[in-house]
Structures are given as C-alpha cells and as structure tokens.
C-alpha cells in the first residue's frame, strides 16, 4: 500500500501564497507518476499539476504561470507551489501517484492521499 500525506493547506487572501507538500515512500517520489488534483466545492476533482518519473510537468490551463509542481528527493516530497491564488482555487486539494500510469491531469491514478483544504478569500 502506498500513502501520500498532504500538508500546507490553510487559508490566505486573493493574490497570497501557500506550498502545498505530500510526503511519501522515497521509492514512490523517485519512481512513479504523480499529480495534485483540485476539487472545489460541489464539483468534480480536476488536474491541475502533474509530474513524470523524469521530471516532465503539465499544468492545467488555469494555473499556468501561478503554480509550480516539483520533487525534493532529499525531502521524499511532492510540492505544489500556489502563487496569487484566486477565490476559484478554494477547494481540497489532493496528492496522487501511480507506477504506470502516465495520464497527466486525468484522474486515473491509482493511489491518492486524503486532501488538504485550500481557502481564498476575496
């Protein structure tokens, strides 16, 4: 079984910052494919940032310019960097991986942690 823990979460004002980490096996950092996925309140979970095994990374639309995804090997972590963060980005945000499966933003993965909340206020 794999686990990803997230942290970072918590509330700011429109334009802030916040860093959003997952932590998990160094094998799973190293090795798999891994993703942080959106879902506001009342809506569907969406792909915002994904990373391959060799460091490839796809963001959506939306997040282009704003958010930045990356791996610290050292820190076995998954790093979802937010900047001028907009009322639209509240939500859960949640870490997933897969060793196979290399879907970008669909939300194939096969393990996932359990969310951390983001909220911005205008």
């Known amino acids: 079984q794999v686990h990803l823990v997230e942290s970072g979460g918590g509330s700011v004002q429109a334009g802030g910052s916040l860093r959003l980490s997952c932590t998990a096996h160094?094998?799973?950092?190293?090795?798999?494919?891994m993703a942080w996925f959106h879902q506001a309140p009342g809506k569907e979970r969406e792909g915002v940032a994904s990373?391959?095994?060799?460091?490839?990374?796809t963001y959506a639309d939306s997040v282009k310019g704003r958010f930045t995804i990356s791996k610290d090997m050292a820190k076995n972590t998954l790093f979802l960097q937010m900047n001028s963060l907009r009322p639209e980005d509240t939500g859960v945000y949640y870490c997933?991986?897969?060793?196979?499966?290399?879907?970008?933003?669909?939300?194939?993965?096969?393990?996932w942690g359990q969310g951390t909340q983001v909220t911005v206020s205008a």
């Open positions: 997933a991986a897969d060793p196979d499966y290399d879907g970008s933003l669909n939300a194939g993965y096969k393990f």
């Open positions: 160094p094998y799973v950092i190293r090795k798999y494919y």
């Open positions: 990373i391959t095994r060799d460091g490839s990374t």
